[in-house]
């Protein structure tokens, strides 16, 4: 009696040992699972932290190149003449140097107001072309609107007719060395040449339409600054740096009707 109490003591002491590491074993299991949904979320969230970030950062950089991007219009030019099609560049300090956008503007300023007429604004470019250019220069323009009755370019045109002009285009040759000054031979100024293309069309102010087609010219002209050039305050204002153009022709283009003056 006492060996089968012994053994069923055993037997369950035996028993007991075996659920007591069954639980221990599940136990085990439960904080290893634990450890790894805890892992597994740390792990979520540093992905999902880390894809926002991610997110923020390349909306902040679309944003400063959204800033910083420009659109640059390019600009189309049609000869009306030939149908020739150039690409005028925008005007910018790297492709246009100061000295020659100052020289393109007196250059232009003095060739429209030489070559337009219009009777509402002729004491004007009269007026201009007078401040701007030596004395042999001007000649030829002011015996315009001289001579016998009826030669002059007032009485042929009058009020009636207008002549517009459209620049084309402005070239300058490469920059010519210092020379004396025609105005001052003891002091030296940079002499430089242009060539000023431009169209010229004939306007009937009463009809209101233009008479004929459109001729184009190229106008060559030297110039130079004077500085201390005599001039009156509101001359000086028109023209504050003394350009002075001191040789000056015009041609037609090859294939027009007009000559050379």
Same mark, same amino acid.
């Given at each position: 009696?006492?060996?089968?109490?012994?053994?069923?003591? /055993?037997?369950?002491?035996?028993?007991?040992?075996?659920?007591?590491?069954?639980?221990?074993?599940?136990?085990?299991?439960?904080?290893?699972?634990? /450890?790894? /949904?805890?892992?597994?979320?740390?792990?979520?969230?540093?992905?999902?932290?880390?894809?926002?970030?991610?997110?923020? @950062?390349?909306?902040?950089?679309?944003?400063?190149?959204?800033?910083?991007?420009?659109?640059?219009?390019?600009?189309?030019?049609?000869?009306?003449?030939?149908?020739?099609?150039?690409?005028?560049?925008?005007?910018?300090?790297?492709?246009?140097?100061?000295?020659?956008?100052?020289?393109?503007?007196?250059?232009?300023?003095?060739?429209?107001?030489?070559?337009?007429?219009?009777?509402?604004?002729?004491?004007?470019?009269?007026?201009?072309?007078?401040? =701007?250019?030596?004395?042999?220069?001007?000649?030829?323009?002011?015996?315009?609107?001289?001579?016998?009755?009826?030669?002059?370019?007032?009485?042929?045109?009058?009020?009636?007719?207008?002549?517009?002009?459209?620049?084309?285009?402005?070239?300058?040759?490469? =920059?010519?060395?210092?020379?004396?000054?025609?105005?001052?031979?003891?002091?030296?100024?940079?002499?430089?040449?242009?060539?000023?293309?431009?169209?010229?069309?004939?306007?009937?102010?009463?009809?209101?339409?233009?008479?004929? @087609?459109?001729?184009?010219?190229?106008?060559?002209?030297?110039?130079?600054?004077?500085?201390?050039?005599?001039?009156?305050?509101?001359?000086?204002?028109?023209?504050?740096?003394?350009?002075?153009?001191?040789?000056?022709?015009?041609?037609?283009?090859?294939?027009?009707?007009?000559?050379?003056?």
């Amino acid at each position: 009696m006492r060996g089968d109490a012994g053994k069923a003591a /055993l037997a369950q002491a035996a028993h007991g040992s075996a659920a007591m590491n069954a639980l221990a074993s599940n136990r085990a299991w439960e904080v290893d699972r634990e /450890l790894l /949904l805890a892992r597994s979320e740390r792990r979520a969230w540093f992905v999902a932290t880390a894809a926002i970030a991610v997110g923020v @950062l390349a909306i902040a950089v679309d944003l400063v190149r959204g800033a910083l991007r420009q659109t640059v219009p390019i600009a189309i030019v049609v000869d009306k003449s030939t149908g020739e099609t150039t690409v005028q560049l925008p005007l910018s300090s790297a492709s246009v140097p100061l000295e020659d956008a100052v020289d393109k503007h007196f250059a232009v300023q003095f060739v429209t107001a030489r070559e337009e007429y219009d009777w509402s604004w002729l004491n004007r470019d009269y007026n201009t072309v007078a401040r =701007m250019a030596d004395p042999e220069v001007f000649a030829p323009y002011a015996g315009m609107f001289s001579g016998q009755k009826g030669a002059s370019i007032t009485d042929r045109l009058g009020d009636r007719v207008q002549w517009r002009v459209a620049i084309v285009g402005v070239r300058f040759p490469p =920059m010519a060395p210092a020379v004396p000054s025609s105005a001052s031979p003891n002091s030296s100024s940079r002499v430089r040449e242009a060539f000023v293309t431009f169209d010229r069309q004939a306007y009937d102010v009463h009809e209101k339409a233009n008479v004929g @087609l459109p001729q184009r010219f190229v106008a060559s002209l030297r110039f130079e600054y004077r500085p201390k050039l005599a001039l009156s305050d509101a001359e000086r204002i028109d023209n504050p740096l003394g350009f002075v153009v001191t040789a000056y022709r015009t041609d037609a283009e090859f294939g027009t009707a007009a000559g050379s003056k």
